[in-house]
């Protein structure tokens, strides 16, 4: 039997703002263990929750970004469990009434675009979190740090629309690179900021009643993400295909066996005991507020990815490598701007610029060559005054100096031979060193005019433009070909 695979993703994101999102305690990360808490994030009686405004602003930017809609208004609800790392014994979240509604995003599938939807935008308060490891007790004791505790949270809920692990990756890197590219989230999964729950289940194809899914949990990475889902798909299936029934359980992915390992059994939302907030009221948003946040909003990826195709002629594969970061599609088009040519200037950032940046592990946005200093290089191919292999010296160069192009062709004296006449004499003293190769060529071996061509370049130190180089060579072995 055959059987059909059906995953929804929960992705849950940081917002970054400097303070948690109902109190006054810094959101930094790395600070000493349970140095940024008060009253309020420790949960201690008789301390009141006040929301913070710019994490309702980024909330709503992203499901604007998201193509939600934002509701007029939104309930806080308790959600009760107890976790060591859960000070107050409940989670400040949103259920019956979300922020926002009815979203979705684009996957690429084999060059067809798959829609997957986007449930619901709500926000929360983040837990604590629980020390495993690190510890002279470590085997016997758990430690808890609540510095997290309190910094403020969208969780994303896709629907069941994803079919494999691979389009699951996909759809959590769309979902990375978006939040990043409108600002909201800094995309440091190993920090935390940034980690997703993974709903899956299996069923017979043909059959559009859901299985039974299983959870993995707090996965925070694309790769392992991939990888948990494709044992737990295997594992689903090799169950059922054996007449057994899938439990329904959180599991926890093991990156050291290649596992997925049952964590606890899943809780449905009766469990959670959900009821309003008591110490909160509301939140209404307008729609001027809406309208005041989405006037903040940058041009999305996938708008600029066509508008790099229409406005500049690129392919739509430059297109969507360029338009992988905000930083890389503004350094490619103030890299334009100075150059005057977009596939040239797209070539260069997708191959050598983007290559230092990772060899290097250095951002676009402080990288050594500047854009306008890389459209400086560009203008100096097109207009013949350097050769593309000289270019990629030069680029070497500026890339260990910060030097303009213009400055090392000037200090270096790199400029092309681009005169017929300067290239005349050179091409008569190479003919005239190599009498033989002319006389061969003369005589139709065709071959030979590579050879009388790699020696005009070598007396030439490499300088000679090699179009005219050809041209002038040609021209002199002509004039003496009936001689």
């Known amino acids: 039997m055959q059987y059909e695979t059906v995953i929804g993703l929960e992705v849950h994101a940081h917002l970054l703002t400097r303070t948690k999102i109902f109190c006054g305690c810094s959101t930094a990360f790395g600070a000493p ?30 499901a ?29 979240s949103q259920y019956e009434q979300p922020l926002a509604l009815r979203g979705s995003i684009d996957l690429d599938v084999d060059g067809a675009v798959r829609r997957v939807g986007i449930t619901r935008v709500h926000m929360e308060e983040d837990a604590g979190k629980s020390l495993h490891e690190g510890f002279l007790d470590s085997a016997r004791r758990s430690y808890i740090d609540l510095n997290r505790s309190g910094v403020p949270l969208i969780e994303i809920v896709s629907e069941p629309d994803m079919r494999s692990a691979a389009e699951a990756a996909e759809y959590f890197s769309r979902i990375k690179a978006l939040l990043v590219w409108i600002g909201v989230n800094d995309g440091n999964m190993e920090e935390g900021s940034l980690r997703c729950d993974a709903n899956v289940s299996v069923r017979p194809v043909g059959q559009t009643t859901l299985g039974t899914k299983a959870e993995v949990k707090n996965v925070n990475s694309f790769r392992y993400l991939e990888k ?25 992915w093991d990156s050291s066996t290649g596992r997925t390992q049952s964590m606890r059994s899943k809780e449905e939302a009766h469990d959670y005991r959900y009821f309003p907030e008591p110490d909160l009221p509301p939140l209404v948003v307008d729609a001027a507020r809406v309208e005041a946040v989405q006037q903040t909003l940058p041009e999305l990826p996938e708008a600029r990815r066509a508008r790099f195709v229409s406005a500049y002629g690129l392919p739509a594969y430059d297109a969507g490598v360029l338009t992988q970061s905000s ?82 062709v000037a200090a270096e004296g790199l400029a092309q031979i681009g005169d017929a006449g300067a290239l005349a004499s050179i091409v008569a003293e190479v003919m005239a060193a190599n009498v033989d190769a002319v006389a061969q060529y003369r005589a139709g071996k065709q071959q030979t005019f590579g050879f009388l061509v790699g020696q005009v370049m070598k007396a030439s130190k490499g300088k000679a433009n090699p179009q005219l180089a050809n041209q002038v060579l040609r021209d002199a072995l002509a004039e003496g070909a009936g001689q």
């Open 33 to 62: 263990p349970n140095s940024q808490v008060c009253p309020v994030c420790l949960g201690l009686p008789g301390a009141l929750p006040v929301l913070n405004r710019l994490a309702v602003d980024y909330a709503i930017k992203a």
């Open 64 to 92: 604007l970004a998201l193509g939600c809609e934002v509701q007029r208004e939104s309930i806080f609800a308790r959600k009760n469990y107890f976790y060591p790392d859960l000070p107050k014994g409940y989670q400040i």
């Open 228 to 252: 948990a889902l494709e044992f737990e798909i295997a594992r689903q299936i090799e169950i059922v295909s054996q007449g057994g029934r899938v439990v329904q359980e959180t599991r926890l």
């Open 327 to 408: 930083e890389v599609a503004g350094y490619f088009e103030a890299a334009v701007a100075a150059s005057g040519n977009a596939k040239a200037a797209s070539n260069w950032i997708m191959g050598d610029v983007l290559r230092r940046t990772k060899e290097h592990d250095v951002a676009v946005s402080a990288f050594p060559i500047s854009p306008e200093s890389l459209g400086g290089l560009v203008r100096l191919i097109d207009k013949g005054t350097i050769s593309s292999a000289m270019a990629k010296d030069v680029f070497a160069q500026m890339f260990e100096s910060g030097r303009s192009a213009d400055a090392i």
